[in-house]
C-alpha cells in the first residue's frame, strides 16, 4: 500500500520506546510486501528465560509494543485489526494484520502528541508525589483485563512487608539473577541497545556504589551476598519505597491463555500512556508476580485474581531516564 512501508518505519521509530521487562525488547515486526501484512512476533533471542514465569511479561511486553505501533499508525491513517496466531514452536509470529486506510485520513497533531507523549513516558523508581490519584476513572480505562487499583491507606503496610520479604528473590534465584545481571550495563558511557544502566535504576550513582554493585551483586558472588545480607539490605529498600505507594495497578488476563496476556500488556499500553497524559507514572514490581508463593500472597493481600502485572503508581516528582533502545531495521523486517 502507498506510503504504508515508510508510516510503519515511522510508528516503529518510536513504538521501540514501549516499555519490557529488563528493557529486553523482545518484538520484532515483519510487514509482507506481497500479502500486505504486518506480524508482531518474538525475537526468540531476545526473550528472558530466567524463570517460567518471564513468559507472562514477555506476552505482556508485545502487547504494550503493540498497542503503541498501532495508535501511532492510526494517527497516520492506518488501521490494524490484529487477529491471534499464536506463539507454537518454531513459530515467532504472535498475532497479524491486514492494512486498511482510515477514511478520515492521517491526524499530524495528534501523531505529535502521541509521540511526544511515549517519549516522555518512562519507568519511575522514585518516590511520587504524595497527590491524589482519581483511580475509579483510571479502572473504567481497561476493558479487556482485570484492572484492580489501590491506595496506601489501605494496603501499603502489607504491601511493604511482602516486598521486604519476597524482594531478596530477584538477587538469589540463581537462574533469574544470572539472566537479570547480563541486562545490567556497568559502563556508562558505552553504546548498548537493551538493558539499563545503573543510572536508569538508581539515578546518579557513585563510582564506589558502581564497583560495589558490579562486584558485589556478581553472580559468582551470591553465597557471600547472602552471608552479608546485601540482597535483604536491598529487598528492605524496595520495601519501603513500595510501601510508600501512593497507589498500586494489579492487572490480570481475563483468562489463562498467551492470547489474554498480550491483551492485558496490549491495556497496560493504553492504561501507561493515559496515566503518563495526567502525569502520572508506573513503577512495575514484578519480583511479586514472577514466584508463585509471592504471587499467592499478593492476590490474598489484594483479594484480586493473581496478578501478571503490578505496579506502584502516582504523580510524578522527578521523571526518568531514557533507557536503551534497539534500531528500527532491528526490529523490522520487510519480506
Ligand atoms: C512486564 C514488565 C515488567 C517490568 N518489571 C519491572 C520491575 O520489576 N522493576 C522495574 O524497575 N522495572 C520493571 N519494568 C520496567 C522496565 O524495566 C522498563 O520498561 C525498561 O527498563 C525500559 O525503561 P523505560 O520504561 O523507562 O523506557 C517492567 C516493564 C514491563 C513491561
Redesign the pocket.
Known amino acids: 500500500m502507498d506510503g504504508f512501508y515508510e508510516a510503519l518505519e515511522r510508528a516503529i521509530e518510536t513504538a521501540r ?7 529486553c ?1 523482545p518484538w520484532r515486526v515483519d510487514y509482507s510486501l506481497l500479502s500486505q501484512e504486518v506480524c508482531v512476533g518474538f525475537d526468540s533471542h531476545r526473550v528472558l528465560r530466567g524463570l517460567d514465569s518471564l513468559e ?3 506476552f ?2 508485545a502487547g ?1 509494543f503493540t498497542h503503541f505501533l498501532t495508535a501511532l499508525l492510526a494517527c497516520q491513517g492506518y488501521q490494524l485489526n490484529w487477529q491471534w496466531q499464536g506463539e507454537q514452536e518454531g513459530r515467532r509470529v504472535l498475532a497479524t494484520s491486514a492494512i486498511t486506510k482510515l477514511s478520515k485520513g492521517a491526524d499530524v497533531d495528534e501523531y505529535h502528541a502521541l509521540s511526544q507523549r511515549i517519549r516522555e ?5 522514585s518516590a511520587f508525589k504524595p497527590e491524589a490519584v482519581d483511580i475509579d476513572s483510571l479502572e473504567t480505562i481497561v476493558q479487556h483485563a482485570s484492572c484492580h487499583f489501590f491506595s496506601a491507606d489501605h494496603v501499603g503496610t502489607n504491601l511493604g512487608n511482602l516486598t521486604k520479604q519476597y524482594a531478596a528473590l ?1 538477587f538469589t534465584n540463581k537462574s533469574a539473577w544470572e539472566e537479570t545481571y547480563n541486562y545490567i550495563r556497568f559502563d556508562e558511557d558505552e553504546f548498548a541497545e537493551d ?2 544502566y545503573l543510572r ?2 538508581f539515578g546518579p550513582v557513585s563510582k564506589p556504589f558502581r564497583l560495589l554493585f558490579r562486584y558485589g551483586f556478581h553472580p559468582t558472588m551470591m553465597p557471600i551476598n547472602k552471608r552479608l545480607g546485601l540482597a535483604k539490605k536491598m529487598a528492605v529498600g524496595l520495601g519501603e519505597l513500595v510501601e510508600s505507594g501512593p497507589y498500586y495497578l494489579a492487572l490480570s488476563p481475563k483468562e489463562n491463555s498467551q492470547e489474554a496476556l498480550f491483551e492485558c ?1 496490549y491495556e ?1 499500553g493504553v492504561l501507561w500512556l493515559h496515566m503518563q497524559k495526567q502525569g502520572i507514572g ?6 511479586l508476580v ?1 514466584h508463585e508463593t509471592a504471587r499467592k500472597a499478593l492476590a490474598q493481600s489484594l483479594q484480586c485474581p493473581p496478578p ?2 503490578f ?1 506502584r503508581l502516582g504523580h510524578i516528582d522527578q521523571s ?6 534497539r534500531s528500527v531495521e532491528s526490529i523490522l523486517n520487510c519480506v
Do not use: C, K, W, Y
Not at 520506546?17 to 528493557?23: D, K, Q
Not at 513516558?121 to 523508581?125: D, L, P
Not at 508506573?282 to 519480583?287: E, G, K, R
Open positions: 520506546l514501549a516499555p519490557s521487562s529488563h528493557n525488547q507472562r511479561e514477555m505482556i511486553s504494550v513516558r518512562h519507568t519511575i523508581r530477584d538493558g539499563f536508569n535504576l500488556g497496560l508506573l513503577h512495575p514490581i514484578s519480583v514472577q501478571a502485572f505496579a526518568g531516564v531514557d533507557a536503551p533502545r
